[in-house]
């Protein structure tokens, strides 16, 4: 059998697209490991042969079967024999749009019809071994936020499987670093919201993420959120941050800067008093389960405590404007004080009715800080201030420069 080279998976199907894409995946039929290394290439799949090219070091993968041998996304055994064909290796994938090889001459292979799917804009799984990898739920959801607005769609049957491997209890199995993985590029996609709507319609958001999934039919006061389901609010932020800033820890933070409405009790609701104190905890479970980034964790704590001194900015006294830029660290990191503004702002729009309003809170906050962050301390320097009362006296004189606005 000779050794043929395919160009195979997202490339193919973002150039059928028409996006730019920039990694580029082979598939190698017909070649053995050892061949591969004898032409120079460079071993680095630990779990099945996986190969760099010696110059531009793209990877290129033998042709392989699959069989599910235990529980889990890592449960499987390969079969990379040479007699393993370009369309056995293309069964294996996830969905048809990501089944599609093109040879060196340019012709496009494509046994499942990706194609007609791509023109159809429906994502489809290949076969009924989808059920197999619990991990193709969360890229499925992935897949519909990155292509939600060219119009894609989760075909019905391939649902019908998302919520088969749901109801198995193996997405349980699924290690939470790579639950974050998958999370974290949806985060950045121009409709993230969408991965979280289809992880909660086949069941999955319950178990991956119930701090989020529980806020989904608790009421809100009406008068202040017309949409009054709160998971509902949280989805309409998250897009709301999406149109303000394009950084995935500011959208992440104005994801679940409400989990502590989760926590309300019932003979409480509508109402959600203190709500910014009980969401400190339901966020560091969800940063510590996921390993999130430390500056994820740290501007979802600080908009999640404070988002509601920012919507009162215009009733706070000067004192207290002061105390929370201090307590936020904002006069030594302006940058994640933005993030702040951007996530909160993102929390005011995500209201319905509400999405394109002018709101006075961030230039009001931004002027503040701007006359605060505006003093000179040299002076106080020059008086031989330290410790204590170098301190205060800076508080006074930062209080007084916002008192002057």
Same mark, same amino acid.
């Given at each position: 059998?000779?050794?043929?080279?395919?160009?195979?998976?997202?490339?193919?199907?973002?150039?059928?697209?028409?996006?730019?894409?920039?990694?580029?995946?082979?598939?190698?039929?017909?070649?053995?490991?050892?061949?591969?290394?004898?032409?120079?290439?460079?071993?680095?799949?630990?779990?099945?042969?996986?190969?760099?090219?010696?110059?531009?070091?793209?990877?290129?993968?033998?042709?392989?079967?699959?069989?599910?041998?235990?529980?889990?996304?890592?449960?499987?055994?390969?079969?990379?024999?040479?007699?393993?064909?370009?369309?056995?290796?293309?069964?294996?994938?996830?969905?048809?749009?990501?089944?599609?090889?093109?040879?060196?001459?340019?012709?496009?292979?494509?046994?499942?019809?990706?194609?007609?799917?791509?023109?159809?804009?429906?994502?489809?799984?290949?076969?009924?071994?989808?059920?197999?990898?619990? =991990?193709?739920?969360?890229?499925?959801? %992935? *897949? #519909? !936020?990155?292509?939600?607005? &060219? @119009?894609?769609?989760?075909?019905?049957?391939?649902?019908?499987?998302?919520?088969?491997?749901?109801?198995?209890?193996?997405?349980?199995?699924?290690?939470?670093?790579?639950?974050?993985?998958?999370?974290?590029?949806?985060?950045?996609?121009?409709?993230?919201?969408?991965?979280?709507?289809?992880?909660?319609?086949?069941?999955?958001?319950?178990?991956?993420?119930?701090?989020?999934?529980?806020?989904?039919?608790?009421?809100?006061?009406?008068?202040?959120?017309?949409?009054?389901?709160?998971?509902?609010?949280?989805?309409?932020?998250?897009?709301?941050?999406?149109? =303000?800033?394009?950084?995935?820890?500011? %959208? *992440? #933070? !104005?994801?679940?800067?409400? &989990? @502590?409405?989760?926590?309300?009790?019932?003979?409480?609701?509508?109402?959600?008093?203190?709500?910014?104190?009980?969401?400190?905890?339901?966020?560091?479970?969800?940063?510590?389960?996921?390993?999130?980034?430390?500056?994820?964790?740290?501007?979802?704590?600080?908009?999640?405590?404070?988002?509601?001194?920012?919507?009162?900015?215009?009733?706070?006294?000067?004192?207290?404007?002061?105390?929370?830029?201090?307590?936020?660290?904002?006069?030594?990191?302006?940058?994640?004080?933005?993030?702040?503004?951007?996530?909160?702002?993102?929390?005011?729009?995500?209201?319905?009715?509400?999405?394109?309003?002018?709101?006075?809170?961030?230039?009001?906050?931004?002027?503040?800080?701007?006359?605060?962050?505006?003093?000179?301390?040299?002076?106080?320097?020059?008086?031989?201030?330290?410790?204590?009362?170098?301190?205060?006296?800076?508080?006074?004189?930062?209080?007084?420069?916002?008192?002057?606005?």
């Amino acid at each position: 059998m000779s050794i043929k080279t395919y160009t195979v998976g997202g490339f193919v199907r973002d150039q059928l697209l028409g996006i730019t894409s920039k990694d580029k995946d082979w598939v190698v039929v017909g070649a053995t490991a050892e061949q591969m290394l004898a032409q120079g290439y460079k071993a680095v799949g630990k779990d099945f042969p996986v190969f760099l090219h010696p110059k531009t070091k793209q990877e290129y993968a033998l042709a392989r079967t699959e069989r599910k041998t235990a529980a889990g996304y890592t449960g499987f055994s390969f079969n990379a024999n040479t007699n393993v064909t370009l369309e056995d290796d293309l069964m294996r994938r996830d969905l048809t749009i990501n089944a599609i090889a093109q040879d060196e001459e340019g012709n496009i292979i494509d046994p499942y019809h990706g194609q007609q799917d791509i023109k159809d804009r429906v994502l489809r799984h290949v076969s009924p071994a989808f059920v197999e990898d619990p =991990l193709r739920v969360l890229r499925v959801a %992935r *897949f #519909a !936020a990155r292509f939600a607005y &060219l @119009g894609f769609t989760v075909a019905d049957e391939t649902r019908v499987l998302m919520q088969k491997i749901t109801d198995s209890g193996e997405i349980a199995t699924l290690v939470a670093e790579r639950v974050w993985q998958e999370m974290h590029t949806a985060l950045q996609t121009q409709n993230p919201e969408v991965f979280f709507k289809i992880l909660r319609e086949c069941g999955a958001l319950k178990i991956l993420l119930p701090e989020l999934d529980c806020l989904f039919g608790v009421p809100q006061t009406k008068e202040y959120h017309p949409e009054i389901d709160t998971g509902i609010h949280s989805l309409m932020v998250l897009e709301q941050a999406v149109k =303000l800033s394009n950084e995935p820890d500011v %959208r *992440f #933070a !104005a994801l679940v800067h409400d &989990l @502590g409405k989760g926590l309300t009790p019932k003979d409480a609701l509508p109402k959600h008093i203190g709500h910014e104190h009980r969401g400190i905890e339901p966020v560091k479970q969800v940063c510590n389960r996921f390993k999130t980034p430390k500056s994820f964790r740290e501007l979802a704590l600080i908009v999640t405590e404070h988002h509601l001194n920012y919507h009162r900015i215009e009733e706070l006294k000067p004192t207290t404007v002061v105390k929370l830029l201090q307590k936020m660290d904002a006069f030594r990191r302006p940058e994640r004080f933005e993030k702040f503004l951007l996530a909160c702002e993102a929390d005011s729009r995500g209201r319905t009715g509400m999405e394109n309003r002018d709101f006075k809170q961030p230039e009001i906050f931004r002027r503040y800080f701007t006359a605060a962050n505006s003093i000179d301390n040299k002076t106080l320097k020059e008086q031989g201030l330290q410790g204590k009362e170098f301190a205060e006296a800076l508080t006074k004189l930062r209080v007084n420069a916002i008192k002057n606005c």
